[in-house]
C-alpha cells in the first residue's frame, strides 16, 4: 500500500487544482470534535467540515440509522415515488420551522441546488425575474448560485457571464460600509434600506423584482449577523412589492446560532427558506422549504433531480432531528457560547495583542474574530492598522494547525470563524481557544 505521502502526492497530482485545501493530508477518520490524519495528527476540528457535522463527527446514532437505511432502500428517487424516510424527515422539521406557514418542503443535495431551486420557485410565484441579493452574501457555487454570491471575486472570475437579472444592496455591516465599530447597528440598517430603496427605483422596478436573497448571518461574508430591524425592513419592502423573501439558512440553521434557525432573532417570516449542512450532519442533503398556497403553483415535474433527497440522507437527518432534541443541543449551543465569547473578548483586551483584533462578534457557535486589515489590502481602507503583520487571520489559521486545531477564516476580510461542533464539551472548547490564543500571541508579537 503507498504511505501517507504518496498518497498526498497522487492526490496532488490527479486531484483537479480548482479545489482549495486547508491542509495537505488525507483525512482518515473522525470521530466526535476530532478529524485524524493519514500522517498520524489528531486535530481537534473548530470548522465542522463548513458548519456540517453539528453533532459531531459520524455521531454514532445518525450512522446507525443510515446504515440501516442502506440495508432497507438506498434509492427511491422523488420523481419516483415518495420514500418513508422522506416523509419521516418533514414531519421531524415542520415544528421546527421559524414560522408555521413553512410547510411545504423540497429536498435537493446541497446548499447551491436548494438556492437555485429557491430562485426558480420565486420567479414562478411571482411571475417576475430579477433577484435582488446582498454585497458580501454566499449562496454557492452552481450558476444562479454563483450570480447572487458576492463575497469575493474568486467564486466567479473567470467563469462569466453570470445569469443575468442580478442586483446587490450592501448590508448592515460597519466595515464594508467604512463605519466605526461602534456606529448604531439602525443607523446601518437604515442606509443599507435606502440603498434598497434607490435600487427599486433607479435599477429594478418592483414589477420586475422576483425576490431578495439574505443569510441570516452572512457567513463567507464576514460571519456578521443581520439587524433586526434590517430583516425587518426587507419584509415591509417585500410586502409592500409582491417581493418574495429567501432566507438562506444553509449555513446558520439547525441550531447554529443558539435557536433553530437564526432568523427567529428577527421574528420575520421568510417566504422561501433553504436549509442544508447542520440537517443531515454530513449525508448530502439540503431542502427548500415553503408555503403550500405558493408551491401549489409550480406544475408537476419542472423540479427534481436524480439523487434529490436522497433515502439515506433522510434518514440521517430524521435521526440528527432526534438526537438534537435529546440530546438538548441548544442548552449546549448557549452555555459554550458564553465561554467561547468570554475567552475572545478576554484575548482581545489583552496588551500583547496590540489592537490587532478589532471585532469579536457572533451568535451561538457561529462567532467571528475580525483583525486589523494590514496595509494594501484596498482602495481605502479605514481599519488598517500598520503595526499589524501582513494577513493575520490566514497566518493565525496556519499557525493553530500546526498546533492541532483547524480553523477557518472567511472572504475578503481578516476574519477567523469558529464554528465547532454544537455538541462540543466544555473542556475541548476551553482546548481550543487556549491554542488560538496562543497563535494569535506568536504571530502578533
Ligand atoms: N448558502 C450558504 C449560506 C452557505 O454557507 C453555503 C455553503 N458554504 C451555501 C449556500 C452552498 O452550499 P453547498 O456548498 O452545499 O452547495
Known amino acids: 500500500l503507498p504511505n501517507h505521502a504518496q498518497l498526498v502526492e497522487f492526490g496532488q497530482k490527479h486531484v483537479t487544482k480548482g479545489l482549495g485545501r486547508q491542509v495537505e493530508a488525507v483525512i482518515t ?37 443510515a446504515a440501516e437505511q442502506c440495508m432497507n432502500l438506498v434509492h427511491g428517487q422523488c420523481s419516483i415515488g415518495f420514500t418513508k424516510p422522506y416523509l419521516e424527515l418533514i414531519e421531524k422539521l415542520l415544528p421546527m420551522m421559524p ?4 410547510d411545504s418542503f423540497y429536498f435537493w443535495n446541497s446548499g447551491s441546488e436548494a438556492v437555485e431551486g429557491a430562485i426558480k420557485m420565486a420567479r414562478t410565484f411571482t411571475g417576475r425575474q430579477n433577484i435582488i441579493c446582498m454585497q458580501g452574501g454566499y449562496h454557492g457555487r452552481t450558476f444562479g448560485a454563483m ?27 460597519w466595515h464594508q460600509l467604512s463605519r466605526p465599530k461602534d456606529t448604531p447597528t439602525e443607523e446601518l440598517s437604515a442606509y443599507c434600506l435606502n440603498q434598497l430603496s434607490l435600487l427599486l427605483s433607479q435599477q429594478t422596478t418592483p414589477k420586475d423584482t422576483a425576490a431578495i436573497i439574505i443569510e441570516s448571518v452572512v457567513g463567507e461574508g464576514g460571519y456578521v449577523p443581520i439587524p433586526t430591524e434590517f430583516m425587518k425592513g426587507l419584509r ?24 433553530n434557525f437564526a432568523i427567529e432573532y428577527s421574528g420575520v417570516k421568510p417566504d422561501i427558506m433553504t436549509i442544508a449542512k447542520g440537517l443531515a450532519n454530513g449525508f448530502p442533503l439540503s431542502g427548500i422549504v415553503s408555503r403550500k398556497e405558493l408551491t401549489d403553483k409550480l406544475t408537476p415535474g419542472s423540479m427534481g433531480g436524480t439523487y434529490a433527497g436522497s433515502a439515506v440522507s433522510c434518514a440521517a ?50 462567532v467571528a474574530v475580525e483583525f486589523a486589515s494590514p496595509k494594501g489590502t484596498g482602495p481605502y481602507d479605514p481599519f488598517v492598522n500598520r503595526s499589524v503583520p501582513e494577513k493575520l487571520a490566514s497566518r493565525v489559521a496556519k499557525r493553530c494547525l500546526e498546533k492541532g486545531l483547524l480553523i477557518l477564516t472567511t472572504s475578503v476580510y481578516e476574519v477567523i470563524r469558529f464554528i465547532p461542533p454544537l ?10 481557544c487556549k491554542i488560538f490564543a496562543e497563535a494569535v500571541e506568536e504571530i502578533v508579537r
Do not use: W
Open 236 to 259: 415591509d419592502t417585500c410586502d409592500q412589492h409582491g417581493i418574495m423573501l429567501i432566507i438562506d439558512e444553509v449555513q446558520s440553521g439547525f441550531g447554529r446560532t443558539g435557536k
Open 29 to 65: 477518520k473522525g470521530k466526535g470534535s476530532y478529524v485524524e490524519l493519514g500522517d498520524g495528527r489528531e486535530l481537534l476540528d473548530f470548522t465542522s467540515g463548513i458548519g456540517v457535522t453539528n453533532l459531531g463527527h459520524c455521531h454514532p446514532r445518525v450512522s446507525a440509522a
Open 317 to 366: 437527518g430524521v435521526e440528527v432531528a432526534n438526537v438534537f432534541k435529546e440530546e438538548k443541543i441548544l442548552d449546549n449551543v448557549n452555555a459554550r457560547s458564553v465561554e467561547l465569547l468570554a475567552a475572545l473578548n478576554t484575548l482581545a483586551s489583552k496588551p500583547e495583542v496590540k489592537g490587532a483584533i478589532l471585532d469579536v462578534r457572533g451568535r451561538g457557535l457561529m
Open 423 to 432: 455538541n462540543i464539551t466544555k473542556e475541548d472548547l476551553a482546548k481550543g
Open 147 to 173: 450570480a447572487v454570491t458576492k463575497s469575493k471575486t474568486v467564486y466567479s472570475a473567470g467563469f462569466n457571464p453570470l445569469m443575468p437579472g442580478v442586483f446587490s444592496i450592501p448590508f448592515p455591516y
Open 99 to 102: 414560522h408555521p406557514s413553512l
